[in-house]
RNA sequence: CCAACGGGAGCCGGACGGUUAGGCAAAGGUCUGUAAAACCUUCGUAAGCAGGUUCAACUCCUGCCCGUUGGA
């Protein structure tokens, strides 16, 4: 379990994309995110299981966790380009068609922890539905009523399986509620009331204007911080820059997030002194794509410690993009990522010394 | 010298007597529990040259130029 502020990069098919796990040790990694649904579609549970679970497979020797399938209710479920929908809801559970071959599957929360029990990461999470944003207050309450009676299901087949498999896995339980605050005071009033290892929150960065999300985590804040246990509370799906200093400050113990590691392969690079902006989304990001890089003999970020910084220019890594070779992938998602598990390491000795505060107006020119 | 085919945007390229397919490249943007090495904008008024036919020519006709291939 992760008991100090930790970044969780996303490795949806058991691999954080272009790194091998030595890069990721490299980096300060210290724990990864995988998906149930892709790994039981691909190449399956059972052959995963075989091999001893996700660390034999993957040779990772830090921690691992793995998301319930919750996402891709909500992610399978919009429509997509007018593709349609893959997912159907129903009380038992949902139904995917499968974006591999449009074949059907059904997940139950009981199905979600069998699966990530045969996966066998460190920590797991309850399967519930990701709310759509932006949902009425109606729906959002059955959703909510819904994934609560889900995780119950969950945490009796995790029990179970613990038991029988004779496995320590760690179980966290979801927060959801929308954006609405009685729902998520409801919501995390009943999860926090379980017995479960780990606290998640779940349903935001689904499309919603920023304050909003940061309005919807901050409901369900005070609630956390009176928690008699003091279990750890992962923030799912969260992690631009500005994220790490207004949630690790409050009592987030870790978020994962997609983001470094896709713009990465998009060309876009974190930098502490890039844009000259207020705008939080893009203060921290420049594009090496662009044209005043092309003969740029800086690191990526100067005051960047990683691999890449070390040994590359801006130069380099344009012609890479430009020319798109898989190296630049690589360059870019090591130098991502380790920013953000820098700025992490940042924030977890700024916290013990009393210097957060500080650390976090000289990074966001605010409080 | 003869013959066939061809000549279009920075490049590739289909169609077609009337509204410039589509790519690539270029310049930007977007993304928060990965259907994502993805997606979205923008930008292209171009047709070897000279004439002709036509209300209208990239398209049809004539000549020339250039290229490729084959032949003498």
Redesign the pocket.
């Known amino acids: 379990m992760l008991k100090e502020p930790t970044f969780v990069?996303?490795?949806?098919?058991a691999t954080?994309?272009s790194l091998t796990p030595e890069d990721l040790e490299s980096i300060g990694c210290e724990i990864f995110?995988c998906?149930t649904?892709?790994l039981y579609l691909r190449p399956g549970d059972k052959a995963i299981k075989k091999f001893g679970g996700l660390h034999e497979f993957t040779r990772w020797k830090g921690q691992l966790i793995t998301?319930?399938g919750?996402?891709?209710?909500?992610?399978?479920g919009?429509?997509?380009?007018g593709?349609?929908?893959?997912t159907r809801i129903t009380e038992e559970g949902v139904e995917f068609k499968s974006?591999l071959d449009g074949a059907t599957h059904f997940f139950t929360p009981e199905k979600s922890i069998q699966i990530q029990h045969n996966l066998a990461a460190d920590n797991i999470?309850?399967f519930?539905?990701?709310?759509p944003y932006p949902a009425t207050k109606k729906y959002a309450l059955a959703a909510l009523n819904r994934t609560h009676r889900w995780a119950l299901r969950s945490l009796t087949e995790h029990k179970r399986l613990n038991k029988k498999l004779e496995q320590d896995i760690k179980l966290y339980g979801?927060i959801?509620g929308s954006y609405f605050k009685d729902l998520r005071a409801q919501s995390a009033e009943f999860i926090l009331s379980q017995d479960f290892d780990g606290i998640?929150i779940?349903?935001?960065?689904?499309?919603e204007p920023?304050d909003k999300?940061r309005q919807a985590v901050e409901y369900v804040i005070p609630y956390i911080q009176k928690d008699s246990k003091k279990r750890p509370v992962h923030l799912?799906?969260?992690?631009?820059v500005d994220?790490l200093f207004d949630f690790f400050g409050q009592g987030i113990t870790s978020m994962?997030?997609?983001?470094p590691?896709?713009?990465a392969?998009?060309?876009?690079f974190l930098n502490r002194t890039g844009n000259q902006t207020h705008d939080m989304?893009?203060k921290f990001k420049s594009?090496i794509?662009?044209?005043?890089f092309?003969e740029d003999q800086q690191p990526l970020d100067p005051h960047c410690q990683c691999y890449t910084c070390k040994n590359y220019d801006r130069a380099y890594l344009h012609h890479l993009f430009?020319a798109?070779e898989?190296l630049g992938?690589r360059l870019m998602t090591i130098h991502n990522l380790h920013f953000m598990i820098h700025t992490t390491f940042d924030i977890r000795k700024a916290l013990k010394d009393g210097s957060f505060e500080s650390l976090k107006y000289s990074w966001l020119g605010r409080k």
């Open positions: 990069p996303v490795g949806t098919q954080v994309k995110f998906n649904y892709h998301d319930s919750g996402f891709q209710v909500f992610s399978l919009r429509d997509k380009n593709a349609g929908k893959l974006h999470i309850a519930d539905e990701c709310t979801v959801q998640a779940g349903g935001v960065s689904v499309g920023k999300m799912l799906g969260v992690g631009e994220d994962d997030c997609t983001l590691t896709r713009m392969r998009g060309g876009q989304r893009s594009q794509m662009w044209a005043r092309k430009k798109q898989l992938y």
